[in-house]
């Protein structure tokens, strides 16, 4: 009788367990996976190695780790390590593995992958560049020994830097006759060098002040070490070796274009399976879309056929200065009462209340013309030392209809989101963190709440569609001008002609394209990651698998990865050790 009710017990709270432990397990691999140790690991591994190959230098009272250009010994090294984790990830139960950790494995072996593509390419580099630092050994010679404390023969040190001197300026007096150095080795040369001073001030630092026979000797030849290795530096500055300027039609923009070949492998890497051409097209259909959808709003404004007569309304909507972050305000509680109107995704009260605000100065204004965004935005807007007509086209181009596309992208449910989000739900995956995830997330809010009707009036549609048409020219002119097809002047003659923008905020998108240290794709990502989610979207949500709430929670919880392994993960897709990206999200 005991044993059949103990069994009646068992049965009965079976299943409570059973949910139990599914909830339990869902909670965890919210935050972490079968991979979750393996790649702390690794990060903190790769990160030891850069640490202490580095110089210290100080900075205030204390010295800090300087991550400088590498020294071979350094690269070597980190290139051992990540080969170790390669080979440590043959031997793992890739089989027994969570689809969380499947995703994980797959997005670390993509990492390291690239990691060692770009060590191999940096020794290719650094053997091209050889010839014009010859010096350079001697000077990994001497921080090395400083690493461990290594008293030394001073008087020797300071014959040796004397030496180094002779062969700087050797270098620099011979550098005048150079005619092959292109731009990309030109830059490298400049970053090994400043590297080299940074380490040798690391070194300089070490025993200034601690061993007299030091001050003694090595203060002179070292200052004019210094002096030497700066002027040899500003040589390379980035810029080839007697290269003609580039045309006023072009307004001093500088790039590099990476060409087809290297476009498709970066592609590749970030899990794009399509060809820079179909980009192209893709951008070219979208574009299509907001031209329709511009031509019906500039009709309901009275203005036919001529957006830009309509458009050209729309811009003289600006506030007065000083009212702009008023602006903010109203503009982001009408786009969280929207959201929460039509129950698409569930704000945490903290993050709604911790979000920030700033001003931007008029430098950075002169590469970034519009709002940027995280843990807080960042208003454009004009300031008391611009002339009267870059105030003018700041206002215009910041208009209340443009920034209503702008500043739940940057805020909520947007980059501050994001930055909230991701910094609780796996934060470890940070190392695979991508462009498409990043501007993917808040383009897909853009395209999300133009189509649930947020932006009522055709004023109001004309501001969302001008970022859109933006983000489609953003891949149109970047991919062409790193295919070699377009001149950055042409980039910013579409701008201005196709899209609308004011003539000094087009300059500035291009300049920061080219010149603000963004990937070749990073323009690319926004509308293609914002299109990949809206195709997971669809897949999950309109087919009535998940709810609006539910979808948008379990993508921010993936933290910011590419988004086929998003899609991996919410529908469970069989994955295997050698997968290749292949989600063809979009119908050509």
Not at 20 to 31: F, G, I, T, V, W
Not at 259 to 285: C, D, H, N
Not at 510 to 520: A, D, L
Request: glycine share 6%; net charge neutral; aromatic share 12%.
């Amino acid at each position: 009788m005991k044993k059949h009710l103990y069994r009646l017990l068992i049965m009965c709270l079976l299943p409570s367990l059973l949910f139990a432990q599914e909830k339990m397990a869902s909670a965890l691999y919210e935050q972490t996976s079968e991979m979750g140790t393996t790649i702390i690991t690794y990060q903190r591994d790769v990160k030891a190695i850069q640490d202490f190959y580095s110089p210290y230098i100080i900075e205030g009272t204390y010295p800090e780790v300087e991550h400088v250009y590498y020294s071979p010994e350094q690269r070597e090294r980190l290139l051992a390590v990540h080969k170790e984790y390669l080979k440590g990830l043959e031997h793992l139960d890739f089989d027994s593995f969570s689809i969380y950790g499947k995703v994980d494995y797959l997005l670390l072996k993509k990492e390291i992958g690239k990691e060692i593509g770009q060590l191999e390419n940096a020794e290719i580099n650094d053997q091209a560049i050889l010839k014009y630092i010859p010096f350079a050994q001697d000077i990994y010679a001497l921080e090395k020994e400083r690493r461990r404390g290594k008293a030394m023969d001073w008087q020797a040190v300071a014959t040796k830097l004397k030496a180094i001197l002779k062969v700087v300026e050797a270098s620099n007096a011979s550098l005048s006759k150079e005619t092959t150095l292109n731009k990309k080795l030109s830059g490298t040369a400049n970053e090994a060098i400043s590297g080299l001073k940074t380490r040798l001030r690391g070194f300089y630092e070490f025993y200034k002040g601690y061993d007299p026979l030091f001050d003694w000797w090595v203060p002179k030849p070292y200052d004019a070490l210094t002096v030497a290795l700066t002027n040899y530096a500003s040589l390379f500055s980035g810029k080839p070796i007697k290269e003609s300027l580039q045309k006023d039609s072009d307004y001093g923009i500088k790039g590099t274009p990476i060409g087809q070949t290297e476009l498709i492998r970066q592609l590749s890497a970030e899990m794009i399976p399509y060809t820079p051409e179909e980009l192209v097209k893709i951008a070219e259909k979208e574009f299509a879309f907001c031209d329709q959808e511009l031509l019906k709003a500039s009709a309901d404004m009275g203005f036919g056929k001529d957006w830009k007569k309509a458009q050209e309304k729309v811009k003289e909507s600006f506030v007065a200065p000083g009212k702009q972050p008023e602006l903010i305000v109203q503009l982001q509680k009408e786009a969280l009462d929207f959201i929460r109107e039509h129950n698409l995704i569930k704000i945490p009260a903290l993050a709604e209340e911790t979000w920030g605000m700033v001003m931007m100065s008029a430098e950075r204004q002169l590469v970034n013309p519009f709002f940027t965004g995280g843990r807080e935005i960042s208003v454009s807007y004009p300031t008391n030392t611009m002339n009267e007509g870059d105030k003018l086209m700041s206002m215009r181009g910041n208009n209340p209809y443009f920034s209503r596309g702008t500043v739940q992208h940057e805020l909520l449910p947007g980059h501050h989101l994001q930055y909230y989000m991701n910094s609780r739900y796996k934060n470890y995956r940070e190392l695979f963190t991508t462009p498409f995830g990043i501007e993917g997330w808040t383009l897909y809010w853009e395209l999300l709440l133009y189509d649930k009707g947020f932006a009522k009036s055709p004023e109001e549609r004309i501001g969302m569609l001008f970022w859109r048409m933006h983000r489609c020219a953003r891949i149109i002119f970047s991919l062409n001008y790193h295919l070699g097809k377009w001149t950055p002047g042409q980039c910013v003659d579409f701008l201005v002609n196709r899209v609308g923008h004011e003539p000094a905020n087009a300059e500035g998108e291009v300049r920061r394209s080219f010149e603000g240290g963004y990937s070749p794709l990073y323009q690319v990502a926004y509308m293609i990651g914002g299109l990949q989610l809206m195709a997971l979207k669809n897949e999950l949500v309109e087919s009535g698998k998940m709810s609006y709430n539910e979808f948008h929670e379990r993508v921010m919880k993936e933290n910011l990865i590419p988004m086929e392994m998003v899609r991996a993960t919410l529908t469970g897709q069989p994955l295997k050790r050698d997968f290749t990206t292949q989600w063809r999200f979009y119908k050509l």
